[in-house]
């Protein structure tokens, strides 16, 4: 939600989807594999993460064939609505609970689709589990064996496209060790800021960079 539209400032959604890649599939296993009995997790929504996996798959073609400036603008409209998510909360989302295996293959394809586009899956899947009224520990699992396949493929997707060349690599896995220290940070930092300021302070960053990114969009139109 953070990196990608900062480097987006500076590069192209494209660029910054590459270089995240190492980042997110570090940050991604770690917290798969942390608070146990991860395997439970994994059996139990394999079909999810499947999903998200083929959506994945196809928002990275479909980035790789197109105009990379309008990504900007679904990447801005993708980040409002995580900002809006406590709005989006007061529709009613019984009928995913009614419906959790289609509903999941149509989250988890959406969910992929906007991942391998614009790197930002977030908002849908954290709609679609919270509706199953999950355990904390599990929620952070599931999520994070989506993400980890869905950046899985997109790695594979973009080096059989001959996109992800070693001078990429060798730049992104020290992002990538810098991403976990950075877990490790927020992880002390939780403990010692309110929740509702930590909130605040990302949604403050967030709307900024959403407006930056329409501005520059709009910008490149000329």
């Given at each position: ?191 010692r800021v309110a929740a509702d300021t930590y909130r605040g302070w990302l949604k403050g960053l967030l ?16």
């Amino acid at each position: 939600m953070i990196a990608t539209p900062i480097l987006a400032l500076v590069t192209d959604v494209k660029t910054a989807i590459l270089l995240t890649l190492a980042p997110n599939i570090a940050v991604n296993l770690w917290s798969l594999i942390r608070g146990g009995n991860w395997l439970d997790s994994v059996v139990r929504f394999w079909p999810v993460a499947g999903w998200m996996l083929v959506g994945s798959a196809l928002g990275t073609l479909v980035l790789v064939a197109m105009d990379p400036n309008p990504f900007r603008l679904l990447l801005a409209a993708t980040v409002v609505l995580y900002l809006l998510s406590d709005q989006i909360k007061r529709i009613n989302w019984n009928w995913i609970g009614r419906h959790p295996k289609a509903s999941g293959a149509g989250a988890g394809l959406l969910g992929g689709l906007l991942g391998g586009t614009v790197n930002v899956g977030g908002p849908v899947m954290m709609i679609y589990f919270l509706e199953l009224r999950l355990a904390p520990v599990v929620l952070v699992q599931a999520i994070n064996l989506c993400f980890l396949l869905g950046k899985g493929t997109q790695a594979v997707t973009f080096a059989l496209l001959g996109m992800l060349g070693p001078n990429l690599l060798l730049l992104s896995l020290p992002l990538g060790i810098t991403a976990l220290i950075g877990l490790r940070g927020g992880m002390w930092l939780r403990e010692r800021v309110a929740a509702d300021t930590y909130r605040g302070w990302l949604k403050g960053l967030l709307w900024v960079l959403s407006i930056l990114l329409v501005v520059q969009f709009l910008r490149a139109l000329n």
